[in-house]
């Protein structure tokens, strides 16, 4: 309806966001706002290797296709949350494990969720936070034991397990024109030289108010000049606590000046916040002495940043 995102959102243009099953089974605002304000979801937690599979060969789909489900009845994309990640590996996943064995289970696991997700997932996020912030490859249990040709084997084993569905990489701190931006353009442009199927790159988005990324618009063209699709995955924006009306402001302004690069790069697919209440945010947790970070305050109500994309939705 008119005054929402997804009311305003533009045609190929997702407005998204992360879901917490807790906001669903117990804060009861919570799913109104859900199917009002979006048409795309990712599950926060719950496709996470740790959660779907927590004994081998053991599935626990159950918390996946909650959001799956109820994605469909909404009339929402649902973007997959992550297959190869450094965290949230399952405790049984033995890094003493040879080589061969690991690999095997990986692709295993590759396999079975994307198969068990096909024709519901529209895109997945392949691997998750794969380069180290000086731009090289993450130091993790895949690259020690399987060398770097984890990365192109995983985009592999997705295309084979759905290949209707688009194939991401996802990272932070490369929203602007970052160092570490310059090395995901670069490994982006060799994975695709080898024929290895990447067929998006997301940008993760977690962001403090007082120090927006520099060129977000420029830093998605260069990497939509390279063929792929580009999406702002887990937006969030800080704020130190207590927030105030100039904090909010400054909030509003850099969730706008994001959407703002993604409705100017016709590559974009979609913005995706990372949660849409205050009352359900990963940031106090992680980031002590900020918070505020979402669209909606702790009670549901929207705030200036919320009229702040309405307000460049409108504008378009
Ligand atoms: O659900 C259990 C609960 O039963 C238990 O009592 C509690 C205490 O142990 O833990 C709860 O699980 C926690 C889960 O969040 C739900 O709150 C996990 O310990 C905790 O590790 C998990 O943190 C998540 C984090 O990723 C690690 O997976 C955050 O919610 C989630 O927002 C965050 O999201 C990541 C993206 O996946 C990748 N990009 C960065 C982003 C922020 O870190």
Known sequence: ????????????????????????????????????????????????????????????????????????????AVYGHTLVWHNDVPDWVSPDWPAQRLREVLRRHVTAVVAHYRGRVWA????????????????????RKLGPGYVADAFRWARQADPD?????????????????DALLDLVRRLRADGVPVDGVGFQGHLDAERPPEDVRGNLRRFAALGVRVAVTELDVRVRLPATAEGLRRQAAVYREVLRACLDVAACASVTVWGFTDARSWIPGYHQGYGAACLFDADFRPKPAHAALLDELAAR
Do not use: C, H
């Open 124 to 143: 997945w996020d392949v691997v998750n936070e794969v380069l180290a912030e000086d731009g090289s490859l993450r130091d993790t249990l895949w690259l």
């Open 165 to 181: 569905a688009r194939l991401f990489v996802n990272e932070y701190g490369t929203e602007g024109r970052t160092a570490k931006a």
């Open 1 to 76: 309806a008119a005054g929402t995102l997804r009311g305003l959102a533009p045609a190929g243009t997702l407005i998204g966001t992360a879901v917490d099953p807790r906001g669903l089974n117990l804060d009861p605002a919570y799913p109104g706002v859900l199917a009002a304000e979006f048409n795309a979801v990712t599950a926060e937690n719950a496709m996470k290797w740790r959660n779907l599979e927590p004994s081998p060969g053991v599935y626990a789909w159950a918390g996946g296709d909650q959001i799956v489900d109820l994605a469909r009845r909404n009339g929402q």
